[in-house]
């Protein structure tokens, strides 16, 4: 079996296809949860997550002493026909670098179908290549009309002997690291862990001590790697899991973690996710994030410590917290509105904060202004002032609403911390800010808005 037929393991579990997500006011969410690799372990999208292309995640597994294939990454057709020439290996994969899913399905505008293509003729290695830089690439998970193509990597492609599938994550019901190990990898992991759980096993870490060679073997033998290959794939668990600690990880999901005819063992495709807050250690490791696939408001909001996410309905919503995010989402279902976006401004917001909040919904091209009446018909705000002082909501919601000239109505539920200076505060505003007396009742205003 050659090695790289398709896009990288990890992009079943993220499928936009995927039937897990059913809940309606999540749909627009989808793409955005986070899958734990063997099991679904939902994080609610509150904070935007680190996303490497697949090349980073194998350069920063090479670095750390861990066995990928040979790899270069062209940026232009000169690059790629001078990796052709260069790389010297019996045959390519060419990748197309973007950060969604499904790529070995995808179609070109030029035409390609496949952003993931084989060859044992280096000539033909540009050729693929002039086809996919400079293109749009569709996918499953991209946008109807693709991401733009700015990178390819070039690699060695290899013959697979034995395919396993190896994951190091963190899981709360541990209390710590927990390395998840299947014989049968190469395949979507949760359909082995449905179809054959007992070819799924785990094995806990004390974080504490580390990995100790013992529980490396184990798993190895685990993977059925056998004689002189039961040390080797032991010592790339040893790594792997090195790596985890090392670099603040909160997954890494290798698939397949193979043999090769050689016998070598060999960290075909994987992916990792950081942790968040570990940003300020791992400096060298985010400021290597491409957000041009992004979402331009999500990341502007980012800048400012706040959490977005666009939808496809016609009420703005900005609340504090990401579960009373969700259900007032769910409430303006429930009454018949549609939600047009996830904004959560935190537990510890200030004024101006709220200010570029307002600009953000206003900014949403879907957004109403003086010169664009687009299809955001109106803004919901719901804060529960445990942490967050109302007042400075108050304050903020009046600079932002004067400051962009808000055109459509502004239902406002605020309860809690200052909520009777708050309520102050926009009763003698002088806009046109209608208060509600609870999430129902401001569900049920913003919804009638919509129609008055």
């Not at 936009?16 to 899958?35: H, I, V």
């Not at 290695?125 to 390819?152: A, I, R």
């Not at 962009?404 to 605020?414: A, F, G, S, T």
């Amino acid at each position: 079996m050659t090695a790289d037929k398709s896009g990288p393991p990890a992009e079943g579990p993220d499928s936009p296809d995927n039937s897990r997500d059913q809940c309606p006011f999540l749909s627009g969410l989808k793409e955005r949860w986070r899958w734990c690799g063997w099991h679904a372990c939902l994080a609610p999208p509150s904070v935007r997550c680190l996303n490497l292309h697949e090349y980073q995640s194998k350069q920063l597994m090479a670095d750390n002493g861990i066995n990928v294939q040979r790899f270069k990454v062209a940026e232009n057709l000169p690059q790629a026909q001078e990796i052709s020439q260069t790389l010297n290996v019996a045959e390519f994969v060419i990748k197309a670098q973007i950060l969604a899913g499904g790529r070995g399905k995808g179609t070109f505008s030029s035409g390609l179908h496949g952003g993931v293509k084989l060859t044992k003729d280096p000539s033909q290695v540009s050729e693929f290549v002039s086809k996919m830089l400079g293109y749009k690439l569709v996918t499953k998970q991209t946008p109807k009309d693709g991401v733009l193509v700015n990178k390819v990597m070039i690699a060695e492609a290899l013959d697979i002997v034995k395919e396993t599938y190896l994951a190091i994550l963190m899981d709360r019901a541990y209390n710590g690291p927990v390395i998840v190990a299947s014989p049968a990898g190469g395949v979507d992991i949760e359909d082995v862990a449905e179809k054959t759980p007992h070819l799924i096993f785990k094995e806990p870490v004390n974080i504490l001590k580390g990995i100790t060679r013992e529980q490396a073997q184990k798993i190895a033998a685990n993977l059925d790697f056998k004689g002189p290959l039961l040390d080797k794939a032991a010592e790339q668990i040893e790594k792997l899991y090195d790596m985890f600690i090392k670099l603040d990880a909160t997954q890494v999901e290798v698939n397949p973690f193979g043999e090769t005819p050689d016998g070598r063992v060999v960290c075909f495709d994987a992916k990792i996710n950081f942790d968040d807050n570990a940003a300020f250690r791992q400096e060298s490791i985010f400021a290597q994030e491409d957000t041009a696939e992004s979402d331009p408001r999500e990341v502007l909001a980012s800048k400012h410590h706040l959490n977005y996410i666009g939808m496809d309905g016609n009420i703005a919503c900005l609340v504090n917290g990401a579960g009373l995010a969700m259900a007032t989402m769910d409430i303006i279902q429930l009454h018949g509105g549609t939600p047009a976006n996830f904004l959560d401004v935190g537990g510890s917001v200030k004024e101006e904060q709220v200010t570029q909040a307002f600009k953000i919904l206003t900014d949403d091209p879907k957004a109403s202004t003086p010169t664009h009446p687009g299809p955001v018909k109106a803004v919901l705000v719901n804060i529960f002032g445990g942490i967050v002082n109302c007042a400075t909501i108050a304050n903020g919601i009046t600079s932002a609403c004067r400051t962009i000239n808000l055109k459509v109505p502004l239902v406002v539920r605020l309860e809690g911390t200052n909520v009777d200076e708050a309520r102050h505060i926009l009763s003698s505003s002088g806009l046109p800010i209608t208060t509600a007396a609870d999430l129902e009742d401001a569900a049920q205003k913003a919804v009638a808005s919509l129609k008055g």
